[in-house]
């Protein structure tokens, strides 16, 4: 970096009107005795975005908080932020180089789309049982592994498909055997505080299935060969394919989009899954109930839908949707017992900041984090630093947006199921 | 008379003489090593017991307990690596005057610098060419820090996770931890990243106790200094546990709201649970890694966490003293189940299993006996004889239950 100071002192300046700005404004609407739901989010984005010149205003006024007030100043933050970057590291590949930053952007989303999807099932399973589980990452590891067994070891001439089939399958049952063992007394009011027990047996779950893989499988790294490769298309000419080029491994867009093939298989298989899983959740009985007891399990009690079964049924549907991405993405990275742990953490990232049990706003979620994942790991200018703080960015999401708006992008304050509001 | 009523405090006195009897009885071969399990069991018993004060009592159900470990740990070996004390200015190194002696800071080198070997300090040192007694710090003042700067960042989590609850609360922690855990990997300038930060020993010359002296690696006075330091930790949690403190953190677990609306003080006792567990656990962190002498990002990771949950709720979660025995054995079990045997062609390899037992250990322990395994025993002995729990349960589903009256005698 180049002028370190501007970078620094430009986000001190942020960081420090942003606090000041989240606290007085509370403070100045309770005075008031107006609603402070959403003060601190305001305060805290204009007041980063603009420090003093929009906050004083802010302050006098007091004007009832709309949804728009809370996204222009959030947006306009992301924008300081990224100015003052420019400004700091002129030299640097996310400053000059447009085709670097295109190819980012595009890979962000690719991936941030498979992220969506694997919090989806995450968003499910919260929405109709009102536990975050914590297992998640180790039925998207399970998922991997069956995957890998099925198309590398056991059947290396048999189609991929079959061998996500049964690594959708077996995940479903395991999911499902597990809500009934563990999870059942959670509804009856046996257990005192039914969220933290949802929270610690998830955990032992995770702990279970993690060394029982490892002690049958090993610790050694494996990984799936390719499930198709791509045919070769040379667009508009062969002589000159500056549209389409792709390999039988790689597809690159005008030139400067370069997307590997597992991913883009991956993203397009989550998309088509989640068009089905619309269609499922919409359009069918059984969908339609297990959103109705998603939003008053007592009503749908009353409308005849067994919520017991519901609860079985988004479980396991939750498990193998995350089983589901582990599968789409063992060609694409190596597979370990432990890889489970940091796309969970993703999840949970992005499900928080989707809203918890929003399905719309866990795919947004997705992109958002694939996203600043993507600047994170392209524009730190220390390659080695910048992939050791992969898991941080997450997390500095997941933090802020707990402390500025509990309820995510699209949450419902007030969501049903045995756990209570924030 | 002798009540059954005292069994409980009779095992525990027992359990404390056998301790502390323990080191001068035993000899067998294998006595370094099952030092280090008791030490070690020690450790995890502080940890658990602080947690299972932090998420039995007062229900904040943290993931970050091992970051707090972490940060004590850290400040311990960064303050043992970084800062010496001389009677002579280097001119090298950052340094501040105390006194007739001199404070230096050295410079960070990386793991990765070629000159790992040329920081400040070792170029004075050639300079002087041994005239100058350079000493360390002390490693009581490393512990202190150590848990101040845990008992600060608890302050700081517990003000910050205010407003937040159950899941939420839970999130919040694990992102602190995980995030505490890159910073500590990514900035290897200074920490050394995976590779870690050595400390020097905590008894770098060894120590001379009751007329006998105890070499740098014998195990007794570390195993006296942990001991020491459960037995205090668990002095604080039983008083605290007793006190008003205890009643209002419980308080705060069943409801919040209500607890507030009867005057209870909710935003100073949710920080002051953080901040009194967090300088246990961050206490406890610095007297290990300068026991270990070695510490790393690796210490941190979700895994210790999950067996720190494990130890607390097997042992009994809403019981600190019954976390901490169960902590000891636990750590006592998995070490003696290490042993990997042979079925026929197949071997097992128990160094993965016995984790796979002690996590179904923990799911059917949830299942079946939520409140533990020690509790109900010691519920048995202290209970027996008066109504069940007359806490209020949540949603009223059980007031049947709640209202039970068990074992009249």
């Known amino acids: 970096m180049e002028f370190p100071v501007i970078f620094w002192g430009v986000l001190v300046w942020m960081i420090s009107w942003g606090v000041i700005g989240s606290i007085v404004t509370r403070r100045i609407y309770l005075r008031k005795d107006l609603d402070t739901s959403s003060t601190g989010m305001v305060g805290a984005m204009l007041g980063a975005s603009t420090g003093p010149v929009g906050l004083v205003p ?5 004007p009832q908080i709309t949804n728009k007030m809370m996204a222009f100043p959030a947006l306009a933050s992301v924008g300081v932020f990224m100015i003052a970057f420019a400004l700091a590291d002129p030299n640097n590949l996310c400053v000059v180089s447009g085709s670097f930053v295109a190819s980012q952007i595009s890979n962000g989303i690719i991936i941030g789309i498979i992220y969506g999807f694997m919090a989806l099932g995450l968003t499910l399973i919260f929405s109709i049982l009102g536990v975050v589980s914590f297992a998640h990452g180790e039925f998207y590891m399970i998922g991997g592994m069956i995957t890998y067994f099925v198309t590398t070891v056991w059947f290396p001439e048999i189609t991929p498909l079959f061998g996500i089939g049964i690594a959708c399958v077996s995940t479903f049952i395991l999911g499902a055997v597990f809500e009934r063992l563990f999870l059942t007394p959670m509804y009856t009011g046996k257990i005192g505080r039914p969220v933290e027990y949802g929270i610690l047996i998830t955990f032992g779950l995770a702990f279970t299935l993690q060394y029982f893989v490892q002690a049958v499988v090993g610790a050694n790294p494996v990984k799936a060969k390719r499930f198709f490769d791509f045919p070769r298309v040379r667009l508009p000419s062969s002589a000159d394919p500056w549209l389409i080029k792709t390999s039988r491994g790689n597809l690159e867009l005008f030139d400067t989009i370069s997307i590997s093939n597992p991913r883009l298989t991956a993203a397009v298989m989550c998309i088509l899954v989640f068009i089905a899983l619309m269609y499922f959740l919409h359009k069918t009985w059984t969908g339609k109930a297990l959103r109705a007891v998603s939003q008053d399990r007592e009503a749908a009690a009353i409308a005849g839908i067994n919520p017991d079964k519901m609860n079985m049924l988004a479980f396991a549907l939750g498990s193998m949707i995350a089983a589901l991405a582990g599968a789409m993405l063992v060609q694409a990275f190596s597979w370990l017992p432990q890889v489970g742990a940091i796309p969970a953490m993703r999840s949970f990232v992005i499900v928080v900041l989707g809203g918890l049990g929003s399905i719309p706003g866990a795919f947004l979620g997705g992109v958002i984090v694939g996203l600043v994942e993507a600047a994170g790991t392209g524009c730190i200018p220390n390659a080695q630093q910048a992939a050791s703080y992969i898991p941080a960015y997450g997390m500095i999401v997941l933090i802020l947006t707990l402390l500025l708006r509990p309820t995510g992008l699209f949450g419902r304050k007030y969501s049903s199921g045995t756990h209570g509001n924030v | 008379m002798m009540n059954k009523v005292h069994a409980p405090q ?40 602080s947690w299972s004060m932090l998420a039995g009592y007062a229900g904040q159900f943290s993931f970050g307990h091992l970051g707090f470990m972490g940060i004590g740990a850290y400040t311990a070996a960064l303050f043992s690596h970084y800062f010496y004390l001389s009677p002579e200015p280097t001119n090298f190194c950052t340094e501040f005057s105390l006194g007739d002696s001199y404070l230096i800071i050295l410079n960070p080198i990386g793991v990765t610098s070629s000159t790992l070997a040329q920081d400040c300090l070792k170029q004075a040192m050639e300079v002087w060419n041994g005239s100058v007694q350079v000493s360390p710090m002390p490693v009581w003042l490393g512990i202190v820090l150590g848990t101040l700067m845990g008992g600060f960042f608890g302050l700081l989590v517990g003000y910050l996770v205010l407003p937040l609850r159950a899941a939420y609360l839970a999130l919040f922690t694990l992102g602190f931890a995980e995030i505490l855990r890159a910073v500590i990997s990514a900035e290897i300038s200074i920490t050394r990243g995976q590779a870690g930060i050595e400390l020097r020993h ?29 037995l205090l930790c668990l002095a604080i949690l039983a008083l605290l546990a007793r006190s008003k403190f205890g009643l209002f953190v419980r308080a705060l677990r069943e409801d919040q709201d209500a607890a507030a609306a009867l005057g209870v003080n909710t935003t100073r006792y949710k920080v002051l649970v953080f901040v009194v567990t967090s300088m246990m656990a961050a206490g406890a962190g610095a007297t290990m890694a300068y026991y270990i002498g070695i510490v790393s990002p690796n210490n941190i990771v979700i895994l210790q966490m999950s067996l720190v949950v494990a130890m607390a709720v097997i042992g009994g979660v809403e019981n600190f003293a019954a976390a901490a025995i169960g902590a000891i ?15 026929g062609p197949v071997v097992v390899d128990m160094t993965t299993w016995r984790l796979v037992i002690f996590g179904i250990l923990l799911m059917l322990t949830l299942r079946f006996s939520p409140k533990g395994l020690l509790i109900p025993a010691i519920e048995y002995f202290t209970r027996g004889h008066v109504a069940k729990e007359t806490v209020a349960k949540r949603g009223g589903e059980s007031m049947d239950d709640a209202s039970g009256v068990e074992g009249e005698n």
């Open chain 1, 58 to 62: 802010l302050w006098m006024k007091t």
């Open chain 2, 10 to 49: 009779l095992i525990g006195l027992v359990l404390v003489i056998f301790f502390t009897l323990f080191p001068f009885v035993y000899s067998g071969n294998d006595y370094p090593y099952i030092m280090h399990i008791f030490i070690t069991g020690f450790f995890y018993a502080i940890l658990a017991s």
């Open chain 2, 202 to 230: 905590m008894f770098e010359n060894g120590i001379t106790l009751f007329g006998r002296y105890y070499a740098q690696t014998d195990k007794l006075p570390p195993y006296f200094v942990m001991f020491f330091l459960l």
């Open chain 2, 329 to 343: 054995f636990l750590e006592f079990m998995l070490e003696m189940l290490r042993n990997s045997f042979q079925i």
